[in-house]
């Protein structure tokens, strides 16, 4: 949908007026013509693979968020496959990681034939509750795994409390790997989200708050001997020096149309994290004092991207709630309905303490609302009326 459409559509009616819970095409409308000439310097210097862009991007985007190395990739997924196989974790190995997050993030532990040990998350921040990273450990070792590492997750974009994690990785001997692809651009202490832990991975899937027009993802670190081991995983574990191939690899690459629209889009995300937070604001300010709703909390020293905006509604109000806005034309998505634990490739791994009832709660109350840095100051009072009014007749 773009703009014009919006205001045509605008005039039908309240309710005719659709609201988009993402709105990308406002966003191309923005930068159109420098994504247009992006792509067509692609196509003149024809170097699809591995061309110019994939470097300038690269030190645009360590430059962005103060890392000393970037890393560009096909996707989030395979910068998290990645850095994993640098770790060269395998079978007996346990990482430890959320449940409350998406697939991918446990995903490719298992795919390397390692074991994903569930850890339950907090209450306010839906991140890795680092009070329960001993019971992690003991799980892991009682499972007769050897615990290797943690994986952080900046859900919804908001960064997790590093401090205390990385903490506890260092007494224990783990490392920490930030799987960020919701949490790019944010902040924790001062410090953007890019340079904790011994890697970061990040996606730019459409929908992630700095996305590409197709998939792709980025892995950032400070240390080059992991560089360099990334360089040869990307391309199939080739060697730099000679003709060999001396780990296995896989084809890791971004591709260069990508990259150029990225190089673009970069350039304005700074802008869009500014918006981005201004509707979360009003969001939060326009459900003060709303009964049996819970509005998202960001600790003093960090800044969300915003991933998504994410209400907890309780007295088992949700799916009322959803039902009620549906009718009222807003949009809502469900992140996450089900824990990766409870799913049947995940259901075999271990457990911190046994359960999760954080996160087993939480998947019954948490609802995400329209958030994009274009969302029109009257869409959104739109929304906020339409859910004070569904929770004032549930
Ligand atoms: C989106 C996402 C991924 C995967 O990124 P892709 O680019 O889609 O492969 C991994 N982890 C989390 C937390 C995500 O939200």
């Not at 995983?233 to 591709?255: C, E, Q, W």
Request: glycine share 10%.
């Amino acid at each position: 949908m773009t703009m014009s459409d919006t205001k045509e559509r605008g005039s039908a009616g309240r309710l005719a007026k659709p609201i988009a819970f993402i709105d990308l095409a406002a966003q191309q409308e923005r930068i159109r013509p420098q994504v247009e000439r992006a792509l067509l310097r692609v196509l003149d210097h024809g170097k699809y693979i591995m061309g110019p862009e994939i470097t300038q991007l690269e030190e645009d985007l360590a430059a962005f968020c103060g890392a000393k190395y970037s890393i560009a990739c096909g996707s989030g997924t395979d910068a998290l496959l990645m850095l994993l196989m640098a770790k060269e974790i395998g079978p007996g190995d346990a990482v430890i990681c959320p449940s409350f997050t998406f697939t991918a993030t446990a995903e490719m532990v298992a795919l390397l034939g390692a074991s994903p040990v569930f850890i339950d998350i907090e209450e306010e921040s839906f991140n890795l509750d680092p009070a329960r990273l001993p019971a992690a450990v003991e799980a892991a070792k009682a499972a007769g795994l050897t615990p290797k590492g943690i994986i952080a997750v900046d859900l919804f974009g908001l960064p997790p409390e590093y401090d205390a994690i990385e903490a506890f990785a260092a007494e224990n001997g783990l490392w920490v790997l930030d799987d960020a692809a919701q949490g790019f651009g944010a902040t924790y202490k001062g410090r953007k989200v890019g340079t904790f832990g011994f890697g970061t991975a990040t996606s730019f899937f459409p929908a992630k708050p700095l996305g590409g027009y197709g998939d792709s993802g980025a892995i950032f670190t400070d240390d080059e001997a992991l560089v360099e081991t990334l360089h040869s995983i990307r391309n199939h574990g080739a060697s730099t020096k000679s003709f060999d191939n001396p780990i296995v690899g896989l084809n890791g690459r971004m591709d260069c149309m990508q990259a150029g629209i990225l190089i673009e889009k970069l350039k304005i995300f700074p802008d869009e994290i500014e918006a981005r937070d201004r509707v979360a604001a009003r969001y939060s300010e326009g459900f003060a004092g709303l009964e049996n709703v819970v509005t998202p909390v960001v600790p003093a020293g960090s800044q969300s991207v915003w991933a998504q905006y994410t209400l907890k509604i309780k007295s088992g109000l949700r799916d009322a709630l959803v039902a009620a806005l549906k009718d009222r034309n807003v949009p809502t998505a469900i992140h996450y309905l089900k824990g990766i634990h409870l799913r049947t490739a995940y259901e075999r791994y271990p457990r911190a303490g046994g359960d999760l009832p954080v996160t087993d709660r939480l998947c019954g109350e948490v609802v995400s609302l329209p958030m994009h840095p274009y969302l029109a100051e009257d869409d959104q009072a739109q929304v906020i009326e339409a859910v004070r009014a569904a929770m004032k007749s549930l």
